[in-house]
């Protein structure tokens, strides 16, 4: 299977983190194939999105303006991949015969996502696969969508003052010179995108205040 171009012609499922990358990977699934709805894992209490931590409103903002539906599912990393199968397999008796990713760097086999979409009996896509990374990030800044750092890493070259910035052509090039993987792909940071071409609207935001966490520092979105 020609995993870049897995969805030509399928109907699928996205893994939706909110995030630039499963963003892009959507966008360009969209343009070979149907999608009929983002997966989206919640931390246990169902507070918070385990990706990115991003609160359901805000899922549910970005899923309306895009015009999908969203299949949630709260787990502890105990159940996590047995209640993502079970969204699979749900997402495949509606239709859906790929679930679509954003990774760039998994091996081409022996990845998770192979794994629990054989168990579905899905085929998995990922448009960003083996992509330059600079190249995913230019192309995502290109056609027109919009997105905020919303956590960094500061054992990793990121500073709290990162948080709230929008990854613009100009910043990459500045994070870049700082040594930092424009594609935050070492974990260095995860950004939460408010508008671009799959939006019908943008997605109103208010800031809060930055929390910290060890090495970590976040800050938390609220729909405006």
Not at 14 to 43: H, N, R, W
Not at 117 to 123: I, S
């Amino acid at each position: 299977m020609d995993w870049k171009n897995g969805a030509c012609g399928h109907r699928f499922i996205a893994s939706f983190s909110g995030g630039k990358d499963s963003v892009l990977a959507l966008y360009k699934a969209m343009q070979v194939g149907e999608a009929i709805g983002l997966i989206v894992m919640l931390e246990e209490e169902g507070k918070r999105s385990r990706s990115h931590g991003m609160p359901p409103e805000l899922i549910r903002a970005q899923a309306e303006s895009i015009g999908l539906p969203v299949y949630t599912g709260a787990a502890s990393w105990t159940d996590y991949e047995s209640v993502f199968i079970g969204l699979l397999k749900q997402a495949k008796d509606q239709g859906a015969r790929v679930l679509v990713t954003g990774d760039l760097d998994m091996p081409a086999h022996g990845c998770w996502h192979d794994k629990v979409t054989q168990n579905a009996g899905l085929k998995l896509g990922m448009p960003l696969w083996e992509m330059d990374h600079l190249e995913a990030v230019r192309e995502f800044i290109n056609l027109g969508f919009v997105t905020i750092l919303v956590t960094v890493n500061l054992s990793l070259g990121m500073k709290e003052e990162d948080l709230g910035r929008v990854l613009t052509h100009e910043y990459v090039e500045e994070l870049q010179a700082r040594g930092i993987d424009p594609c935050g792909e070492g974990g260095e940071f995860h950004t939460t995108v408010i508008d671009g071409p799959i939006f019908k609207r943008p997605i109103p935001v208010r800031k809060c205040e930055i929390v910290r966490d060890g090495d970590y520092a976040f800050l938390p979105l609220e729909l405006g």
